[in-house]
Nanobody
Framework: QVTLVESGGGLVQPGGSLRLSCTASRSIFSMYSMAWYRQAPGNQRELVADISSGGSRTYADAVKGRFTISVDSTKNAVYLEMGNLKPEDTAVYYC??????????WGPGTQVTVSI
């Protein structure tokens, strides 16, 4: 059992930046990967960024060059730095923890709103 808690969401103007944090209730050394997903009203949940246990990172085309995912194993945390935010980035952002057996744990989500 792993509990995930996201924080750092909020309201920001277009072009602004936010840093999302996700803290796990137990060590992330055993993870296969951690990721950030997002879901806007009426849309399906989509992968935003993923980082593997080996440190490889992948990003959705829509956020490449603007978002950066990172982990800090000493804090059992994963972060998503978001820059040059656009209204299209507005969504609930969810933290994902995937085990080596490919079981997914999810956080409750944090709202990000990009608006004038």
């Amino acid at each position: 059992q792993v509990t995930l808690v996201e924080s750092g969401g909020g309201l920001v103007q277009p072009g602004g930046s936010l840093r999302l944090s996700c803290t796990a209730s137990r060590s992330i050394f055993s993870m296969y990967s951690m990721a950030w997903y997002r879901q806007a009203p009426g849309n399906q949940r989509e992968l935003v960024a993923d980082i593997s246990s080996g440190g490889s990172r992948t990003y959705a085309d829509a956020v490449k060059g603007r978002f950066t995912i990172s982990v800090d194993s000493t804090k059992n945390a994963v972060y998503l730095e978001m820059g040059n935010l656009k209204p299209e980035d507005t969504a609930v952002y969810y933290c994902n923890y995937r085990t080596w057996s490919f079981y997914d744990y999810w956080g409750p989500g944090t709202q990000v709103t990009v608006s004038i």
